[in-house]
């Protein structure tokens, strides 16, 4: 085996289509079929990925939407699964903010579409993960001891800048870096340790703000009583993966603060930039001892969505 992709993304025709705000608007989605994502898996040498539909995610105002939203993308990426089962894992989209709806969701999706974990978002519609109103939701993921891809969305915030600049250049790594930490000092990570959870983008920020982050507890303890094994610890726990993020500063930053097994290969298609005229979809990933980059590049994988990692007989 050369490559699982924990982070790639199939934009379904049902899901794209049922993506209406309540004013009427369409947000921006960019083409990705199942096809380009099979083209770019064979050129780079990927042999397996996990598929979800990316941002914006159900919710998008209208809470009935956001269940239909979500049911027919799940059907659409189940669909993609079971065409090819042991080159496709296949992630859930949960209807939240709604918790009971998103729970009645998790159930289908799992149960009986037979997915492999589901995505959340950093926030969605200004809640973040580890809000106290989601608590079931994080019972239920616990109980089952989920898989859960957390990927970046729209920040709730006006943008200091305006438009200046495109939200996805440093809004989206922000946005995960303020989910990271509300995971951590509400102590959702304390409460719920059998999530599974894997993080964007290498976590974005939060390996380079992890010390930062950790000295919450010196400064203001009575913050932190919901996370007595401290920020360090919580982040060295989860999972990240490198979509847009195989690259020397940000490699060397992750790995002196999470221990190597704790990273997965993912491309962040169709978002990716990948190099032309070459195999290799990460060559800064070369890097790496010859068993440092097969353990990124497809053994840790077997933590997540074992299934897809084939061993040679």
Not at 181 to 208: D, V
Not at 280 to 309: C, F, K, M, Q
Request: charge should be negative; glycine fraction near 8%.
């Amino acid at each position: 085996m050369t490559r699982v992709d924990l982070h790639a993304h199939v934009i379904p025709d049902a899901y794209r289509e049922l993506l209406i705000a309540p004013d009427g608007n369409r947000p921006f989605v960019p083409a990705a079929p199942l096809e380009e994502l099979v083209a770019t898996m064979e050129r780079y040498e990927i042999d397996a990925a996990a598929i979800s539909t990316g941002p914006p995610g159900a919710y998008l105002g209208d809470q009935g939407r956001a269940n239909e939203t979500a049911r027919a993308a799940n059907e659409a990426i189940a669909a993609i699964v079971r065409s090819a089962p042991a080159r496709f894992a296949g992630l859930a989209l949960l209807p939240l903010p709604d918790a009971p709806e998103a729970i009645d969701e998790l159930g289908y999706a799992l149960d009986e579409l037979g997915l492999d974990g589901v995505m959340l978002f950093s926030n969605t519609a200004g809640t973040y993960l580890g809000d106290d109103r989601w608590e079931a939701v994080f019972e239920e993921l616990d109980r089952r001891g989920t898989y859960v891809f957390v990927h970046p969305t729209l920040p709730p915030n006006a943008l200091p800048l305006g438009g200046e600049h495109p939200m996805w250049l440093y809004e989206f790594p922000f946005d995960t870096t303020r989910a990271l930490a509300k995971l951590i000092f509400s102590g959702t990570f304390e409460r719920y340790p059998s999530i599974r959870m894997q993080f964007a983008h290498l976590g974005c920020a939060a390996p380079f703000l992890a010390h930062r982050l950790a000295s919450l507890a010196g400064r203001e303890p009575e913050r932190t009583r919901s996370a007595p094994a401290g920020a360090i610890t919580y982040l060295q726990r989860q999972y990240y993966d490198t979509g847009l993020s195989a690259n020397p500063p940000a490699l060397a930053a992750t790995r002196e603060l999470i221990p190597l097994e704790h990273i997965v290969f993912g491309t962040d298609w169709p978002y990716a930039e990948l190099p032309d005229g070459e195999s290799d979809p990460a060559p800064a990933l070369a890097l790496l001892t010859a068993e440092e980059r097969s353990a990124i590049d497809h053994g840790n994988a077997v933590a997540l969505v074992p299934r897809l990692v084939r061993t040679p007989a």
